[in-house]
């Protein structure tokens, strides 16, 4: 590594040097180190680097062994590096336990200029390691006669011993990954704020050993733990209170719940459930769908868990938990991860509604028999740890990227109608609605506001049978809005009405510092202004002013619906045809200025109606 003035680094390449030992004997027996899990080994004899051969034609070797530990299997593998292996036939014998002669020698396809010549492993002797063979130790090898045939005669070498080493390993591989898609749940420790970053640390018992220096996940979801630092795992993957996860957990997911909670048409995965069950008390219940709901609109910046806070709301000041891991292995074979056999009723052993498996947020690794001491010889597997974002039910988290491949229909969007604002003085009631090309039961909005130019007061939903929660948080300037309707919102209707204080009765569109809009859990793009389509005259209104009795005619099938000059609903929605007059009977109205709206299809459109008694 070499660092200049400027203070930058830079590191030299990998360089491999063989330093020859110029008191090497002519052969040697090479040293093999292996894990105390793998049954064979396999030991070579090899032609020191600073005594090249040339010109031999065979060889015999006394191969002397520890017989306590090591039993020769009779496999020998010739390797390339001095002869073409092809060449080669081999033969051995155990003449008394611990020595075994072995002898090289050419086959009938070899020429005759084939010749043993340079450095390098020659061959390698097979052996099983026996029950004295401890999980930690090492049984020498060694050559007792090694004859050299040439030509012209033979010449005995001298050669050194070498080892077969047995370890324990403590290495623990294993894979983190999303459970909806099992796409892998990575890092980058080279560009740390590219990804979320997930924590893995060791524990014992209930201490965790690696505080400091916890394992990280690589680019492929894998990571690799010392099983020194214990054999329980502590996966932790966290937000920041301050960040809003309206785009991951929203109406889309409340709306979920509140169906199973009614038994309704929805059957969790063991996922679902675990994720439905934010506040960790192994029920799902209306208290964790408010959670969920307070959590999308940023009214809380963490659920309020059973481990770490009180029914009075008093947290152990503890973090509470966002994502939560549980291991393939405990899913596949512990029955609490099954279905319920009677779903949606609780058969007292699955998992239901009133049966949620609570995670222990020590998981154990898919390990026995691992002692620090090394006594004995584990065996290590390895397991898949699911993670689970709590809230996220309909694992949207699997298709967030952060180039917008969340996204809803092109053609379906959000309108925050600006042009067709109520305007009371300095008060100003924006009407909101959407367009989709599918049934929509879930709606969010979030609308960063430049304070310097409106404040926000009020939100009015504008459908019947909505359940929503709003929050302005006054930390990123944001309002956030998230509603679901079980019988799904009214496409041709508006959803809701914003009211906000302004400077001087206007609001712009560049008023909006941020925006992000959701139709059933997916982006949609958010307008303010109506296209040049649908600013088309496709509603007429005669006569106007009128003495409460006027008519409606449209171009397009649709529905119509009257708002008071407050954004009040006075009138409900009612079907209109395309091309046929509509009769209006506004009687019950006192005298002042309406605003008729009509939704079409591919419009919205409203119109003043002026009513003088």
């Known amino acids: 590594k070499a660092t200049d003035s400027n203070a930058a680094v830079t590191t030299s390449a990998s360089v491999t040097l063989d330093v020859a030992d110029p008191n090497a004997l002519p052969y040697t027996v090479g040293s093999v180190t292996q894990t105390c899990d793998l049954g064979t080994y396999c030991v070579p004899v090899a032609v020191s680097v600073t005594n090249p051969v040339d010109n031999v034609i065979g060889y015999d070797v006394t191969l002397n062994y520890d017989a306590t530990r090591l039993l020769p299997t009779g496999n020998i593998t010739v390797f390339n590096n001095l002869i073409n292996s092809s060449f080669v036939e081999t033969a051995s014998s155990v003449s008394t336990p611990g020595s075994m002669n072995i002898s090289l020698y050419f086959n009938g396809t070899a020429t005759g200029f084939t010749e043993f010549q340079g450095t390098g492993n020659i061959f390698c002797v097979e052996f099983s390691r026996l029950g004295a063979f401890n999980p930690i130790d090492s049984a020498t090898v060694s050559v007792s006669f090694l004859q050299e ?29 999303f459970w909806s898609d099992n796409s892998p749940i990575i890092y980058d420790i080279a560009n740390p704020n590219s990804y979320l970053v997930t924590n893995i640390y060791g524990v014992t018992g209930t201490t965790i050993n690696n505080p400091g220096s916890p394992v990280v996940p690589n680019l492929s979801g894998q990571f690799t733990h010392d099983l020194n630092n214990g054999t329980k795992l502590s996966i932790q993957r966290d937000i920041n209170n301050l960040n809003p996860v309206q785009l991951l957990i929203n109406a889309a997911d409340a ?24 506040n960790l008390d192994g029920v799902v219940s209306a208290g964790d769908i408010s959670q969920m709901k307070q959590r999308a609109t940023l009214a809380i910046g963490e659920y309020a868990q059973a481990w770490n806070y009180s029914n009075t709301g008093i947290s152990n000041g503890q973090a509470s938990k966002d994502w939560v891991f549980v291991d393939q292995t405990r899913v596949n074979a512990d029955a609490a991860y099954q279905i319920s056999g009677t779903f949606p009723l609780n058969d007292l052993i699955g998992f239901s509604k009133s049966r949620v498996p609570v995670i222990p947020f020590y998981l154990d690794a898919n390990v026995s028999g691992y002692t620090t001491n090394g006594s004995t010889c584990p065996n290590i597997g390895s397991d898949i740890y699911k993670g689970i974002l709590l809230g996220d039910v309909n694992g949207s988290y699997a298709t967030y990227v952060a180039d917008g491949i969340l996204k809803a229909n092109s053609s379906d969007y959000i309108l925050v109608d600006l042009n067709h604002a109520i305007v009371e003085g300095t008060t100003v009631h924006v009407p909101v609605s959407f367009m989709s090309s599918e049934a929509v039961n879930a709606f969010d909005l979030a609308l960063g506001l430049n304070e310097n130019r409106l404040t926000y007061s009020g939100m009015e939903d504008m459908q019947s049978n909505v359940e929503s929660a709003s929050f302005f948080n006054t930390n990123d300037k944001t309002f956030r809005y998230s509603g679901f309707n079980m019988d799904n919102f009214n496409k041709y209707t508006q959803t809701l009405t914003l009211t906000f204080e302004t400077v001087d009765g206007t609001i712009r569109e560049k008023d909006f510092t941020e925006v992000l809009g959701l139709l059933n859990g997916k982006k949609a793009d958010i307008r303010f202004v109506k296209t040049a389509v649908e600013q088309s005259n496709s509603v007429s209104i005669y006569p106007n002013p009128s003495n409460g009795q006027f008519s409606v005619v449209t ?40 605003f008729v709206r009509f939704y079409g299809e591919s419009t919205i459109e409203t119109k003043r109606v002026v009513i003088n008694k």
């Open 555 to 594: 171009d397009m099938d649709g529905i119509v619906e009257v708002v008071d000059m407050t954004g009040n609903l006075v009138y409900s929605g009612v079907i209109v045809k395309a091309n046929q007059l509509l009769e209006m009977n506004m009687n019950a109205l006192s005298s002042g200025v309406y």
């Open 149 to 177: 045939s040439y030509i012209t005669g033979v010449q005995t070498r001298s050669a050194s011993a070498g080892k077969a080493y047995s370890t324990v390993s403590s290495s623990y591989q294993s894979t983190l990954q």
């Open 255 to 278: 709306v979920l719940g509140k169906t199973l909670l009614l038994n309704g048409a929805f059957t969790p995965s063991i996922y679902q459930i675990l994720s439905l069950d934010v």
